[in-house]
Nanobody
Framework: QVQVEESGGGLVQAGGSLRLSCTAS???????MAWFRQAPGGEREAVAC????????YYPNSVKGRFTVSRDNAKNTMYLQMNSLKPEDTATYYC????????????????????WGQGTQVTVSL
């Protein structure tokens, strides 16, 4: 059974940076991982997705050029470097392991297979 755990959230001023980490245990070889976020009253959306080797990544336009996803498979860890943060980035950020679809244009979780972390809060103040 795959288990994931996030860390690194917090409060930061607009324009600042944060780095999130996600450790996955029991993740089979070859599985993609992702960061999703959900703001109060909003839907959960993918903000950064990465395949096993890091060759394919996905970012929505809202974070492209500001967020960078990476992973270290030897450490079973995925990272999200968030720069130039904006108040609209405020949300709970979730780590997800084993996706349904990942291309440069789409990233979707699987209702059956994707393992989710508990989430970590990111708050960006003016």
């Amino acid at each position: 059974q795959v288990q994931v755990e996030e860390s690194g959230g917090g409060l930061v001023q607009a324009g600042g940076s944060l780095r999130l980490s996600c450790t996955a245990s029991g993740l089979p070889f070859g599985k993609a991982m992702a960061w999703f976020r959900q703001a109060p009253g909003g839907e959960r959306e993918a903000v950064a997705c990465i395949d096993w080797h890091g060759y394919t990544t996905y970012y929505p336009n809202s974070v492209k050029g500001r967020f960078t996803v990476s992973r270290d498979n030897a450490k079973n860890t995925m990272y999200l470097q968030m720069n130039s943060l904006k108040p609209e980035d405020t949300a709970t950020y979730y780590c997800a392991a084993d996706l349904a679809i990942l291309t440069m244009f789409v990233c979707q979780a699987s209702q059956d297979r994707t393992a989710w972390g508990q989430g970590t809060q990111v708050t960006v103040s003016l």
